[in-house]
């Protein structure tokens, strides 16, 4: 969880409140071998579980992330069938309801 902080020799840092790696709290408590969900925000002292690793052991960093392709398209409204479609389903219960007033109320 969370990218390891290191001290300037290379060996992991000791407990501490450190920058939240998580870039959603000004503070995260480092235990010395994973983030806790301790946190710190003004100095008051809150609960927030560590569940997503901003930056995934692996991960180039020295260049962006390709693009999502699909969002690049934009969202498509309903097609002409299924607005028919939904027009004669209308007409169709209308003429029902209809149909069930005029045997009800003879």
């Given at each position: 969880m969370g990218s390891r902080p290191r001290e300037s020799d290379g060996d992991p840092a000791a407990a501490a409140w450190l920058a939240d790696p998580f870039a959603r709290h000004e503070q995260r408590w480092w235990d010395g071998t994973e983030w806790t969900g301790r946190v710190s925000d003004g100095g008051r002292i809150g609960i927030d579980p560590p569940v997503i690793d901003p930056r995934p052991e692996g991960a180039p960093l020295d260049q962006p992330a390709a693009p999502i392709e699909d969002a690049i398209e934009p969202i498509k409204g309903p097609d002409d069938?299924?607005?028919?479609?939904?027009?004669?389903?209308?007409?169709?219960?209308?003429?029902?309801?209809?149909?069930?007033a005029i045997v009800v109320l003879g």
């Open positions: 069938r299924t607005l028919i479609g939904l027009v004669l389903g209308a007409i169709v219960i209308a003429g029902l309801i209809v149909l069930v």
